[in-house]
């Protein structure tokens, strides 16, 4: 009687390929159909209202705290970071109302550059990977999301 443990170790090798294959294909056609003809949930990517707002609205841009404030979207790392430039106001005695240099935050969690959404963090033992959960893009880097925020913060 022969071993059958040959021709069954064949038989799964040859199952697997033939299944990532399938796998493979159907990403690949899912990445290349045509967008779906449903309305985007996630909104635009910055929040600043596009419509005018009456002038009592509390974000109203003709309100005096909303004065100077500047949203950048800079790409660093592989992804899409949103940062926001706030003038700088002292409120001491004596100051004027408004010092020199901006308030600078940069909003978490970065965007991925292809479709917007917030990617999420994992640490892996090359330092952090960075994916989007809708679109699968990946990027590395050796800092944490917070520690590369802050430098982007101070950079400016």
Do not use: N
């Amino acid at each position: 009687m022969a071993s059958r443990t040959g021709p069954v170790i064949v038989q799964l090798i040859v199952t697997y390929v033939v299944i990532a294959f399938i796998v493979r294909a159907i990403r690949r056609a899912r990445k290349a159909s045509p967008p779906s003809s449903e309305p985007d949930r996630r909104g635009p990517v910055s929040s600043i209202p596009q419509t005018p707002l009456p002038a009592g609205h509390p974000a109203s841009p003709r309100t005096p705290r909303f004065v100077g404030l500047r949203r950048e979207e800079r790409t660093f790392g592989g992804v899409v970071w949103q940062i926001v430039h706030r003038p700088h106001r002292d409120l001491s005695e004596g100051a004027g109302s408004r010092a020199a240099g901006d308030e600078v935050y940069v909003e978490e969690p970065p965007r991925c550059p292809k479709c917007g959404l917030g990617v999420i963090e994992t640490h892996s033992w090359l330092g952090y990977r960075w994916a989007c959960p809708e679109c699968g893009t990946r990027s590395r880097s050796s800092t944490s999301i917070e520690e590369t925020a802050r430098m982007l913060a101070r950079r400016r």
